[in-house]
């Protein structure tokens, strides 16, 4: 007998993939078979036969399974029970943040969704443990990615685990826990001296003579199936209901555009009880914030922003190949792209972490001092329910984090001690 935590991940059950569509132009691509991005260029998206899924299980069946992101199996792409590649991922916890909301002024609910707590400390685990299960049932031997280091690290994690090769290229100021988490894990590991775009040249140019198969963000199919999982948890946590606001850190965009395909494959199942959606608010940093200034302009595609520099890695991604599909969600929503600035969303990581005891990243910062903002504009209503995603613990940013006792202040004053 299997341990009953493992039961999603020894029980066949049906999947429901018909195919795979172009984000951009809608042209079908066939399913079963590897793809990177569509024939037009654009990132694919995985399709289902909604109506057979939803003659298939029930949310009683769902909630009555062990609680890891392998409950949702029949909405995820893998075909067999073999290539599931897993190290645990257990249901992020909703935590309320009470503390923080009567700081911020509101009386309604903020809670966050704490993303720290997965296999190798980030919500990256939930994509990559997709893509790498459908890597593995595809045959694919060699993984290669351009990462700022939380993507690098999961990648590392799961091929290991799935006995795959794993190539990574960092820029080199890449938080160092990053850099040592994936050589520990397995993976092959360099220090580029550049920017992720550099390190994606690098990846595409070996690709031919390496044999390698590109898992960059939203480069190949799956990454946004397993974010998916955030959405699908979201809503089964909250009851099926969805909260009023969600706040996102925003890079690459996989988490937004995966947590919106989820609402929109819930919305279509017609499992959500009310079927208002929740306001996305993609946060970015002020010093590389390509979504917001494209938001700002109403164009559809960003710009790539020049000069990227924030201490929250995962945002630092000067041009996203999804730039499209993360605005059209954003505008759908009802909510907006915003910025924080580098001093702001550092000293909010700060105080909500001292206020409420979380492992909040500095890339929650951004959404908290989004947050704080749109409290004080009315933006954000003081009953509504606000989900803050936090996408990573921490304990993976101590250069960020470090903040000594200034030697010129008075020796009395104890408060910047840390
Ligand atoms: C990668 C990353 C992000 C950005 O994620 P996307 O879904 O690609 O926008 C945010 N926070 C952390 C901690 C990350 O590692």
Known sequence: MPAPLARNLTEDRPTFVTHLECSATGERHAADVLHGLSAAGKPLLVRYD?????????????????????????????????????????????????TLAATVGINGEILVKDEGRLPTGSFKARGLALAVSMAKELGVHRLAMPTNGNAGAALAAYGSRAGLETYVFCPEDTPEVNVREIALQGGQVWRVNGLIDDCGRIVADGKGEMGWFDVSTLKEPYRIEGKK??????????????????????????????????????????????????RMIACQAAGCAPIVRAFEAGE?????????????????????????????????????????????????????????????????????????????????????????????????????????????????????LA
């Not at 890891?68 to 935590?95: I, N």
């Not at 937004?256 to 959606?277: H, N, V």
Request: charged share 20%.
């Open 229 to 278: 999982t955030m959405g699908l948890e979201l809503a089964e946590q909250l009851g099926w209901p969805l909260p009023d606001v969600i706040l996102y850190p925003t890079g690459g965009g996989t988490g937004l555009i995966g947590m919106w395909k989820a609402f929109d494959e819930l919305r279509e199942l017609g499992w959500l009880d009310d079927t208002t959606m929740p």
């Open 300 to 416: 559809r595609f960003a710009e790539p922003f020049p000069d990227p520099e924030t201490s929250a890695s995962g945002l630092r991604v000067p041009s996203a190949v999804g730039d499209f599909m993360i605005l059209d969600a954003v505008r759908a929503s009802g909510g907006s792209a915003r910025a924080a600035a580098e001093t702001d969303l550092l000293e909010w990581t700060r105080r909500a972490a001292a206020l409420e005891g979380i492992s909040f990243a500095p890339e929650t910062g951004a959404c908290l001092a989004v947050l704080a903002e749109l409290a004080t504009t009315g933006d954000i209503g003081a009953d509504e329910q606000v989900v803050v995603f936090n996408t990573g613990a921490a304990t993976k940013y101590v250069e960020a984090l470090r903040s000594p006792l200034p030697r010129w202040d008075p020796a009395t004053d104890w408060g910047t």
């Open 50 to 98: 909604l109506e057979a899924l939803a003659g298939s299980v029930t949310k009683d069946q769902l909630g009555a399974r062990p609680p890891d992101m392998w409950r949702y199996r029949e909405f995820l792409p893998v075909r067999r029970t073999e290539h599931l590649v897993s190290l645990g991922e257990a249901m992020t916890p909703l935590v309320s943040l009470s």
